[in-house]
């Protein structure tokens, strides 16, 4: 049962385009929304997360947008530059105990120059 | 990359055949996680730790068993591998619960023929 749905699988922007990746969320219990990015042959790294208390959150050229009342949440990436090609990865879980991330599909982010 | 590491970082075995995977970490961290990246399904949690003798089910933990003996040391087992085994599997480490960052290993890229 796939509890987080992500779109789109993969995504072509130019430089200094705006990619979105959305993901939306079935648990309404999940309160931590982490976005990973994951580069070919390594493991995923922590980009950004936010909480539900908060509809936005922005962390240099990384954006975190959240709808607690549709239950989605997106990844807005400003100026995007080449090195963001990369895998992208949202996921939720409860903010209680071990964190038992459920993860999205993916998408993959490719930024022409 | 912030000191945890896999072993091996690839492996190829037949069917029937047992097989351990290898998690090992330096930062003392209490949490323990491991995945498996599949194309289409994201990662998802195979099994988890939290504590030296204190493991947990995951999503998908059938056909997969655990162990920690020592804070530093998370094995994955399969005890008799099958064909739908074949993955890439990542470890991942966070100090505390909650919405602490999870650090992921290199991965392990198993082939079970």
């Known amino acids: 049962q796939q509890q987080v749905k992500q779109s789109p699988q993969s995504l072509i922007v130019q430089k200094g385009g705006i990619p979105i990746i959305n993901c939306a969320y079935e648990n309404t219990a999940f309160d931590y929304f982490p976005w990973y990015q994951q580069f070919p042959g390594k493991g995923p790294a922590l980009l950004i997360a936010?909480?539900?208390?908060?509809s936005e959150k922005k962390e240099g050229r990384f954006t975190i947008s959240f709808n607690k009342s549709a239950k989605q949440f997106s990844l807005h990436i400003m100026d995007s530059q080449p090195g963001d090609s990369a895998t992208y990865f949202c996921a939720a879980s409860m903010d209680q105990g071990a964190q038992k991330l459920v993860f999205g599909q993916g998408t993959r982010l490719t930024i022409n120059p | 990359d912030a000191g945890i590491t896999q072993s091996p970082r690839h492996k190829v075995t037949e069917t029937g055949t047992p097989v351990t995977l290898r998690c090992h970490q330096t930062e003392n961290h209490r949490y323990m996680y491991w995945y498996r990246q599949d194309p289409g399904h994201g990662l998802r949690l195979i099994h988890y730790?939290?504590?030296?003798?204190?493991?947990d089910k995951g999503e998908v933990s059938d056909g997969y068993s655990v162990s920690r003996s020592k804070t530093e040391d998370f094995l994955l087992t399969l005890e008799s591998a099958t064909s739908s085994q074949t993955s890439v599997y990542f470890c991942?480490?966070?100090?505390?619960?909650?919405?602490?960052?999870?650090?992921f290993g290199p991965g392990t890229r198993l082939t079970v023929l």
């Open positions: 936010i909480r539900p208390d908060v």
């Open positions: 730790s939290y504590g030296v003798k204190d493991t």
């Open positions: 991942a480490m966070a100090r505390t619960s909650g919405s602490d960052t999870q650090y």
